[in-house]
C-alpha cells in the first residue's frame, strides 16, 4: 500500500529564485531532514541517500517533467518507490506558492509506523518549511538549470545559468543541478 503526502507553503521570493533553488539537489540536505546527501548523475537522474527512523535507503531518481519556474516531477529508478511532484506558483514580484505531493511504498515496521502515524506528514511540511527559511534568508539561489526535461529526456534545454552566491552547496558550475 502506498503512502501520499502533500503539503504546500507560500516563500517570500520571486518564483525563479525558488525554482531555481529547487533544481539544486545537492543543496536539500541544507533543509530536508533525513537527506544525508544527493549527487546529481546527469541532467535528469541523481542519487539519494537517506536516513529516515535509523533506516539507511540509498537510490536513483529520474526527473520525468521539468519546466522552469513551473514544475518538477521524479520518480525513483527501482527501490524503494518514490515519486513526487512540486508545482511553483507567481503570487506576485516577490511571493511563490509551492504545492508538493510525494508518493511512496513504505518498506518494514519503521517506515510502515511512520506513515500510520502520519510522522511523514509532519516532515514533509517542516522540510518545506525549513526550504522557505533557507531561501527567504539567502534572498537569491545557490545556483540554476533552467533546461527542461519531458518524458524524461532532456529537450528544449536553455542550459546552465551561471550560479550566483558565496560558494555555498550547488554553485559548482559542473554541478549542473
Do not use: C
Not at 76 to 84: A, L, N, Q, T
Not at 100 to 109: A, H, S, V
Not at 149 to 161: F, K, L, M
Amino acid at each position: 500500500m502506498s503512502t501520499t503526502v502533500s503539503s504546500d507553503i507560500d516563500v517570500d521570493v520571486p518564483v525563479r529564485v525558488a525554482y531555481d533553488q529547487w533544481t539544486q539537489f545537492e543543496s536539500f540536505p541544507n533543509f530536508m531532514g533525513g537527506v544525508e546527501e544527493i549527487r546529481q548523475l546527469d541532467d535528469a537522474t541523481t542519487h539519494w541517500i537517506v536516513s529516515i527512523g535509523g533506516v539507511k535507503r540509498e537510490f536513483d531518481a529520474k526527473i520525468t517533467d521539468q519546466v522552469p519556474d513551473s514544475h518538477v516531477a521524479w520518480q525513483s529508478i527501482d527501490e524503494p518507490r518514490h515519486r513526487g511532484r512540486i508545482a511553483f506558483r507567481s503570487d506576485g514580484p516577490a511571493r511563490t506558492h509551492l504545492d508538493l505531493e510525494m508518493q511512496w511504498q513504505p518498506e518494514g515496521f519503521v517506515e510502515k509506523a511512520g506513515s500510520a502515524l502520519h510522522i511523514d506528514d509532519r516532515q514533509v511540511r517542516r522540510d518545506l518549511e525549513r526550504f522557505k527559511k533557507f531561501i527567504e534568508a539567502r534572498g537569491d539561489e545557490t545556483g540554476a538549470w533552467r533546461g527542461e526535461i519531458h518524458g524524461g529526456e532532456p529537450g528544449g534545454a536553455t542550459g546552465a545559468v551561471p550560479p550566483v552566491g558565496d560558494g555555498a552547496i550547488g554553485t559548482d558550475p559542473d554541478l549542473r543541478a
